[in-house]
């Protein structure tokens, strides 16, 4: 019996091959053989505009003013935003902004605080 692997994404045991390639039927998840891919290596850097890298749970200043949807004020340049997350898309942080609650931002308008 063949050793097969654990699916990188999703750790299911229920993992089938099919000619050079291993398939995980629970999440749908294909890879080639030998070249199983760690979190860290698939999840690429998130860098702010003066290219140091972002983390969870960082502080960040936005370094112009952005303007907000729906909201009669831009958020301020110089406005702290305490205990970031990141999240997969076209915006990188997931945060909480005083007066403007819950946002997304793109990492290209902070500075690590």
Same mark, same amino acid.
């Given at each position: ?8 994404? +999703?750790?299911?045991?229920?993992? @089938?091959? %099919?000619?050079?390639? @291993?398939?995980?039927?629970? +999440?749908?998840?294909?890879? /080639?053989?030998? !070249?199983?891919? !760690? ?24 370094? $112009?003013?952005?303007? /907000? #949807? ?5 958020? $301020?340049?110089? !406005? #702290?935003? $305490? ?16 007066? =403007?609650?819950? %946002? @997304?931002?793109? +990492?290209? =308008? /902070?500075?690590?605080?």
């Amino acid at each position: 019996m063949q050793n097969i692997p654990n699916c990188p994404q +999703c750790q299911s045991v229920n993992v @089938y091959p %099919m000619d050079n390639l @291993y398939i995980c039927p629970e +999440c749908g998840y294909e890879w /080639v053989q030998g !070249t199983e891919v !760690t979190k860290e290596e698939e999840v690429a850097a998130v860098l702010d505009a003066n290219g140091n890298e972002l983390k969870d749970g960082d502080s960040v200043v936005v370094i $112009k003013d952005l303007p /907000v #949807k729906g909201a009669p004020k831009p958020v $301020k340049a110089g !406005t #702290k935003v $305490k205990s970031i997350r990141l999240v997969d898309g076209d915006h990188d942080i997931a945060c909480k902004i005083d007066g =403007f609650g819950s %946002m @997304y931002l793109k +990492c290209e =308008f /902070v500075k690590k605080a």
